[in-house]
């Protein structure tokens, strides 16, 4: 099994451009969710779905937008970028109850806005 | 509301040595604990989680945890560490009062010398 995957793997962007970050997930998960780390900060969630069709916002959304149309997928969006946004994303499915917490985790799209 | 707080940003060790990373956590309602490693340029990992029973918790790689209700702490151990543990260790909670979404520490970077 692929696990969660991401793309692409590094991004640089100028100041105001948009884009979008691809997640896929083949464990049939419930809960998706969208991290950013930065050093000295750990991971700070963005935003997360708890189903198909559902999303609600995390510690950080500001300046981002997610969507989640199929079960499998979940995408993150910067409609337009700012150099604050330069940090590494990470992208995680989970099951629900309990084990919510229990996340597995893509490897990380490198972002860098100039 | 959940929280966590790594106590130690960084924890240098000789090879061979016993290693113990600090994890205290708050919350007002019922917990579940998690342990995840990220080695350099990877996503997270889990390395154990204490969701009920016993309180001490065997993980991989020889790592252990234990859960403290009392003092609201839940240390990652290991008897003797390898140079291959070098890594950045994060520990999750995650309750009912945060929806069972995970709350990350910000980290504690494992460093293990020859």
């Known amino acids: 099994n692929a696990g969660v995957t991401q793309t692409p793997k590094f991004r640089v962007l100028k100041t105001g451009q948009s884009m979008t970050l691809l997640c896929a997930q083949d464990m049939n998960h419930e809960y998706m969710y969208w991290y950013r780390q930065d050093p000295g900060m750990g991971l700070r969630l963005i935003h997360y779905?708890?189903?198909?069709?559902?999303?609600a916002k995390g510690e950080v959304p500001d300046g981002y937008n997610v969507s989640r149309l199929k079960k499998q997928n979940f995408l993150l969006g910067l409609e337009s970028a700012a150099p604050s946004q330069t940090s590494v994303y990470f992208c995680?499915?989970?099951?629900?109850?309990?084990?919510?917490?229990?996340?597995?985790f893509g490897e990380g799209s490198r972002l860098t806005v100039l | 509301a959940q929280s966590v707080t790594q106590l130690d940003s960084q924890v240098p060790v000789f090879e061979e040595a016993p290693v113990e990373l600090r994890c205290n956590y708050s919350s007002s309602v019922s917990v579940y604990l998690f342990w995840y490693v990220q080695y350099p340029n990877q996503g997270l990992q889990l390395l154990l989680k204490y969701l009920s029973g016993s309180t001490l918790v065997k993980g991989i790689n020889g790592f252990e945890a234990e859960f403290n209700k009392s003092q609201t702490s839940f240390h990652l151990r290991k008897p003797s560490v390898h140079i291959s543990d070098t890594a950045e260790y994060f520990c999750a909670v995650s309750s009912s009062g945060g929806s069972y979404i995970p709350t990350f520490g910000r980290g504690t970077s494992l460093i293990v010398h020859p």
């Open positions: 779905s708890v189903g198909e069709g559902t999303t």
């Open positions: 995680a499915s989970s099951y629900g109850g309990a084990n919510t917490g229990e996340l597995f």
